[in-house]
């Protein structure tokens, strides 16, 4: 049964714990918001987007959802706001107040 | 049905661990435990075991490929002695906080320096505290059985832990003594199938293992972990009766020799044992009420059996074979006087280092024990509890 | 194999959100582009050795990998995939295990270069079906930017710090590829993030399914330990490339491949004067110091272009 890390915080008892630290399952690093360490995000102009995707690759956030080889918006919930998706656009469809 | 042989404890361990025929088994050589892998390469060579023999580069490697073959859901193990398992330090306390069922087949040598390719037990004893199990050997007969019983003491699901099976460098592991093996399918049997519950490679459902917990999470994990150590003392004695019925053969937690009425017992552990065992014979001739506690289980630490044990006893040498460097004796000497403190024993200990790098322990050095025993129970006072067995000065 | 780029980004996420490392990261990004190059329905198992990456994508509870996944130690990563890929051939051939699993391994520059590259040369040796990726961004700097075998020399890290008898490290870079290459592992490769990432997604692909040990060597850009300008990572590494400094290779069972040659190779003062890491070498009086360094980023070039024309 996948760990539920709802239930494993910091003020879980050690009987509660999961055994040998494991956690089964995979991407529950999703539940934690590190959009939360930066309050300039990038704005997604989707008008001038023209879908190249080149931005895809860039992210070190892995927040740039892409579905049906479109990307989609900005998951600013993990968004870290460091600006490499802006230098990236070819169109001018991503800006961020102190990147050019 | 059993099988008389004559074989080395190298060998029979070997032998052991071609009737488990383990998943993976990482190996590096170092004396005296160099046997145990070769004698397993020639049964990977002759397709006798379905294992992956993987030979690596070292002690580390080892013992870190056996942590990712158990990790990902193999039975697995490895064989080390003296520096290979000080190299593998980090990975002994990894292996126990993944709570990974892996065992270890070790064959105590002296730690450098100097560098000296002998047995005493300041390998195994170094690492008493890094959350493995501990079972130590007599002779060949008990480090065989031991290793059949390995892996059903660790994969217990109430237990999880990895287990270091010892005997003693060359005494055991060289020395050809009679031996009686079980049939490849009695072993098989009582091994049973591995079914781990969640493993790297189960396809239903990843895994992942080895995080970066921070504090509020450490202490709380160590105490986790702790728990298994608590649960392995009935998992080895409730797996030792079942090997019973199998073998004929009975273990605990540690054997008991002449103690029903003995005022004056060593505790000891390792080959050294037999050797006493023959003063006791000598002693007991002679009317003496001496006897013996060998220790088979030393991690977890049976105190309190330990303490009943010795509850009569107006006196007790504890003979360890590792230096501990406290000033006061080796590990050995501080387990048990910490258990008999706690039973609130009467009786008179000490603590004797003996046996380093190989040194002979002879029956006269063991009656020279019980002497030195019989004057303190005389005395009424234990003197100087740190002492040195068979040492030039 | 060609290379789709669309559809590459249109696979399915490998690596989480929520990993806490630093925003502008190059390390997670070379991470997602390797991950990318396996096959939708493969199965992996990941390992890491100890480093930013580790501590960043498996903080109990919160993993950031959608495959299996084990950190062991810090010196280990080799070794501990070898154990896992142990397992695996043993339960394949047990009937225990149908499914098709690849081993991939990330360590950084000092887990890989330093203090693992015993357990790495081993299990390259061992000729394991696994590829071990070093996201070398050139010190330690999950314990705060010490130099490693991998630093660049005359970089300002914290153990060479530049003062006034110090120009930062002594040094030149340990070669690991060419080391790897030199175990006769069937496939080593060279890559960074440039051209779209085709370079770096054909190499990881070939990696992956190249039966045997694979070594991929990223040059992954660390904005902490570099000092430039975070959101510039992709022209740090195209003047990387540039310059000669990175050059992207690929050793081919023993054959040597030149992936790119740049129409002009650049002077490599526009590698580093974005990086703080250099700022001293533009000092007046330190010009000898970047011909110094330019002479040896020439050699190792040359070094390559005869190993590739042979």
């Given at each position: ?41 990038p ?6 987007c023209k879908q190249c995707l080149l931005c895809v690759p860039v992210c070190p956030d892995s927040c740039i959802?892409v579905?049906?080889m479109?990307r ?10 460091c600006g490499i998706c802006v230098k990236s656009c070819p169109f001018g469809a991503i800006?961020m107040?102190?990147v050019k | ?393 | 194999m060609a290379y789709n780029f669309k559809e590459t980004m249109n696979k399915?996420e490998r690596l ?5 490392m630093c925003a502008g990261c190059g390390g997670t990004i070379a991470v997602r582009n390797v991950l990318r190059g396996l ?13 930013c990456l ?50 991939i391994?990330f360590g950084g520059d000092?887990?890989t270069y ?17 590829v071990y990726v070093c996201y070398d961004n050139g010190a330690?700097m ?8 991998a630093t660049p020399m005359?970089a ?17 870079r340990k070669d690991l590829a060419a080391?790897i290459a ?5 496939y080593v490769a060279q890559t960074t993030f440039v051209q779209n990432f085709k370079d770096l997604h054909i190499k990881a692909e070939k990696a992956i399914y190249t039966?045997?040990?694979a070594f991929l060597n990223i040059m992954a850009p660390c904005p902490r330990g570099w000092r430039y300008n975070t959101p510039d990572i992709m022209e740090i590494c195209k003047l990387g490339v540039d310059t000669c400094y990175w050059p992207l290779f690929e050793v081919v069972?023993?054959k040597w491949i030149l992936n790119y040659e740049p129409k002009k190779k650049l002077p490599i003062e526009d590698f580093l004067r974005p990086q703080g890491r250099f ?14 360094f330019q002479?040896e980023v020439d050699r190792r070039w040359d070094e390559l272009l005869y190993k590739c024309a042979?």
């Open positions: 049964m996948a760990s539920d890390v709802n239930k494993l915080g910091v003020k879980t008892k050690w009987q509660d714990l999961t055994e040998g630290m494991i956690i089964v399952g995979s991407g529950t690093s999703k539940e934690f918001k590190t959009g939360e360490w930066s309050s300039v995000k704005e997604f102009i989707e008008d001038k959802p579905k049906d479109k989609g918006a900005f998951d600013l919930e993990h968004c870290k706001g800006t107040e102190g | 049905m059993g099988k008389r042989e004559r074989l080395s404890g190298n060998e029979a361990v070997a032998i052991a661990l071609r009737q488990i025929n383990p998943d993976v088994f990482p190996a590096f050589p170092i004396t005296p435990s160099t046997e145990i892998p070769q004698y397993f390469a020639s049964f990977v060579a002759n397709g006798q075991v379905d294992t992956e023999f993987i030979t690596v580069e070292s002690e580390h490697s080892s013992m870190s490929a056996t942590i990712g073959a158990s990790a990902a859901g193999a039975r697995a193990l490895t064989a080390t002695s003296s520096c290979g398992l000080a190299y593998m330090w980090e990975e002994l306390y990894i292996a126990a906080s993944n709570r990974l069922p892996l065992a270890l087949a070790l064959v105590n040598r002296a730690l450098s320096g100097p560098i000296n390719i002998n047995c005493d037990h300041s390998d195994s004893m170094g690492a008493r505290d890094a959350g493995w199990i501990q079972i130590y050997a007599e002779n060949n007969q008990e480090a065989y059985d031991n290793m059949v019983q390995a892996f059903r003491i660790s994969e217990h699901k109430d237990v999880r832990l990895p287990i270091m099976i010892c005997q003693d460098g060359f005494i055991t592991s060289h020395a050809v003594e009679n031996i009686e093996l079980l049939a490849d399918n009695e072993v098989k049997d009582f091994v049973g199938e591995y079914e781990p519950e969640n493993y790297l490679l189960n396809p239903k459902q990843p895994m992942a293992v080895g995080p970066y917990a921070i504090t509020d999470y450490y202490m709380e994990a160590k105490r986790n972990q702790a728990e298994g150590m608590k649960n392995a003392v009935a998992v080895v004695k409730d797996v030792a009766k079942e090997f019973a019925k199998i073998s004929g053969r009975e273990y605990g937690l540690f054997e008991e020799y002449f103690m029903e009425d003995a005022e004056r017992a060593v505790v000891i552990i390792g080959s050294a044992a037999g050797t006493t065992k023959d003063a006791i014979d000598a002693l007991r001739a002679k009317g003496e009420k001496v006897g013996l506690i060998k220790i088979r289980l030393y991690r977890p630490f049976p105190a309190d059996e330990l303490a009943k044990a010795l509850k009569n006893v107006k006196a007790v040498a504890i003979m360890d074979r590792a230096e501990g460097y406290s000033n006061h004796g080796g590990p050995l000497g501080a387990d048990v006087m910490s258990a008999l403190y706690r039973a609130r024993s009467q009786a008179l200990a000490v603590n004797y280092i003996y046996g380093l790098g190989g040194r002979d322990v002879r029956v006269e050095d063991m009656e020279s024990v019980f002497d030195a025993l019989k004057q303190i129970v005389e005395d009424g006072d234990a003197g100087e509890t740190y002492r040195y067995l068979g040492i030039r000065e | 399915p989480a959100p929520g990993h806490r096959r939708e329905g493969d199965k992996a198992v990941i390992g890491n050795a100890t480093g580790e501590v960043s994508t498996f903080t109990y509870p919160y993993t950031a990998w959608e495959d299996s996944y084990i950190h062991n130690a810090f010196e280990n990563a080799g070794a501990t995939l070898s154990g896992v890929e142990g397992a695996y051939n043993a339960l394949r051939r047990k009937g225990k295990l149908d499914e098709t699993y690849k081993f391994t000092g887990g330093d203090i693992g590259f015993q357990s790495l040369s081993g299990a390259m040796e061992r000729n394991h079906d696994m330690y999950n314990t705060g930017i010490q130099r490693s075998s005359y300002d890290t914290t153990t060479t710090p530049v003062g006034s008898e110090s120009n930062g490290k002594m040094q030149n080391i030199s175990h006769d592992v069937p039966p045997g040990a069972e023993g700022k001293h070498l533009f000092k007046p009086g330190n010009e000898h110091l970047i011909e110094q002479q042979r």
